[in-house]
């Protein structure tokens, strides 16, 4: 039996999680900066690596006394080391850091994305070999894994991201910030085939998004307004969802394998669960809501399947290595 505290510092939200056996989540706390930076259309990393420091304090102290454990019953501190914006990582780690020094447990550093992968793990009974598809507002990625600790990246954008292009295109029609909620709920409003937005014609398993995001600005730019905003919302989320499902099922095909996970915030997206439940035998994962966008039971729960145990000099990463 092993128990982890995680840490989660990468974007915008501080979290705090203790998992035991990568498996069972025994807390798992959240402040969320998505308000703070609303105004401004996107995250800004100073203001965010400000309010994890104003924050981080009190969400590890929630998340251990809600965990109901005393530090000596931990077997580690783990926190996220990247990708993700340097400043706001540093205040994880360095919370991790003096953690691990305080209370003598080992350091365990998380990649982000194996995170997200990970928040398959929690309340299932999941196992590898999969195929995993890997969306958040910075990657886009198809993944086989044969074992927990390495996954074999088959294919990946080119350009934007699959979260990165729902929260440009609800930029552009004035819906706030972050996009995907939004345009998801709209979407269930709207008629996906009002519009023929095409699809990033790239070969094999990659993909390209910037050039639908162009297309739907320049077909808000020729509409007179009211936009027709949830037929726009629907037939770009349409164009979006089929190549990545199709994508996805021909990996699993040429692979054999009998299990598909999604992860990643884009992964809560009602229209993404909804075509590959219709459109495949093999079973397939996806976390609850919140457990798909950024959180910390996914962090402690990749410390467990494939953290890397590191010293007090460990160091951050920006991008993915
Ligand atoms: O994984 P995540 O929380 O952070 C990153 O690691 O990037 O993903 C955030 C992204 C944002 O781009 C957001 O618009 C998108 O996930 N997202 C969604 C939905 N919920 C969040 N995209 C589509 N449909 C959703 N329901
Ligand atoms: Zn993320």
């Not at 974007?11 to 807390?27: F, P």
């Not at 798992?28 to 609303?38: G, I, K, N, V």
């Not at 005393?70 to 780690?93: F, I, M, N, Q, R």
């Amino acid at each position: 039996m092993a128990v982890y505290l995680g840490l989660e510092t990468s974007c915008d939200e501080t979290a705090a999680a203790v998992v035991r056996d990568g498996r069972v989540v025994l807390s798992s706390e959240l402040f969320s900066q998505t308000r703070l930076h609303a105004e401004f259309g996107g995250v800004v990393p100073e203001v965010a690596a400000r309010k994890h420091l104003e924050t981080i304090n009190d969400v590890l102290e929630r998340a251990l006394g809600e965990s109901g454990l005393k530090p000596a019953e931990l077997d580690g501190v783990a926190c996220t080391v990247g990708p993700g914006l340097v400043g706001t990582l540093l205040v994880g780690l360095s919370a991790a850091k003096a953690l691990s020094w305080s209370w003598d447990l080992p350091l365990i550093a998380v990649d982000h994305l194996m995170a997200h992968v990970c928040a398959n793990y929690l309340n299932t009974d999941l196992e590898p070999p999969f195929v995993a598809l890997l969306v958040s507002g910075g990657h886009t990625q198809i993944i086989h894994f044969e074992n927990y600790t390495d996954g074999k990246i088959l294919g990946q954008t080119l350009d934007d991201a699959a979260g990165e292009a729902y929260d440009k295109v609800a930029r552009l029609m004035g819906l706030g910030y972050p996009g995907g909620p939004v345009i998801d709920q709209l979407a269930a409003q709207g008629d996906p085939r009002a519009f023929d937005f095409p699809e990033g014609r790239v070969p094999g398993y990659d993909f390209s998004f910037s050039g639908l995001k162009t297309a739907v600005l320049r077909c808000v730019q020729k509409l007179e307004p009211p936009l027709p905003v949830a037929d726009i919302a629907a037939s770009f989320q349409e164009a979006v969802t089929r190549v990545l499902v199709r994508k996805t099922l021909l990996a699993r095909k040429e692979l054999n394998v009998t299990r598909i996970v999604l992860a990643g915030g884009v992964a809560a997206n009602r229209t993404l669960r909804a075509k590959f439940q219709d459109q495949t035998d093999a079973r397939v994962y996806y976390p609850s809501h919140d457990l798909c966008t950024d959180n910390a039971a996914m962090v402690a729960s990749a410390a467990h399947f494939c953290g890397r145990t590191t010293s007090l000099e460990a160091s951050v990463y920006s991008r993915q290595l």
